[in-house]
């Protein structure tokens, strides 16, 4: 387990874009937190790290998966409105998850009945208005 303290937004991108390096084809992120703790923040400096535009990311809530196309595909799963892993299930969520690309899922604990047994967990807390404890496990 790893901790990293992140003071801005920037720096929370600046450490995913860096972890990303540490990413392969195949793998799956699940990214814990509370709602606005910096979770979609994550997801956009990790998606850079793929050389992807973070422009392009948005929590993707209503649309539950957002492909980001690069070099590797990055998967960005919002499962907060799910109510029950088979909803997932019906949108073909788990094919990305044995595909060529990288998954990361925010609210995994909605789903963890399809979530791969392999996979990385993040924690990401609050611990003051701009301030954030990442958590690698």
């Known amino acids: 387990m790893k901790k990293v ?23 799956v992120i699940c990214l814990q937190g509370n709602l606005g703790a910096g979770k979609t923040q994550f997801v956009r400096g990790f998606v850079e790290g793929f050389e992807i535009s ?36 019906e949108i073909g969520a788990e094919e990305y998850f044995y595909d060529d690309g990288v998954c990361i899922v925010e609210w995994p604990e909605r789903i963890l009945e399809i979530l791969p047994k392999e996979k990385k967990l993040i924690t990401i807390q609050s611990t003051g208005k701009e301030e954030r404890e990442i958590i690698f496990h």
């Open 5 to 27: 303290t992140s003071r801005s937004e920037a720096e929370t991108m600046a450490i995913a874009k860096e972890y990303a390096g540490s990413v392969n084809p195949g793998d």
């Open 54 to 89: 973070a422009d392009l990311v948005s929590s993707p809530t209503f649309t539950i998966i957002n492909e980001y196309e690069g070099a590797t595909p990055v998967y960005h799963f919002d499962c907060y409105r799910l109510e029950h892993y088979s909803e997932a299930l």
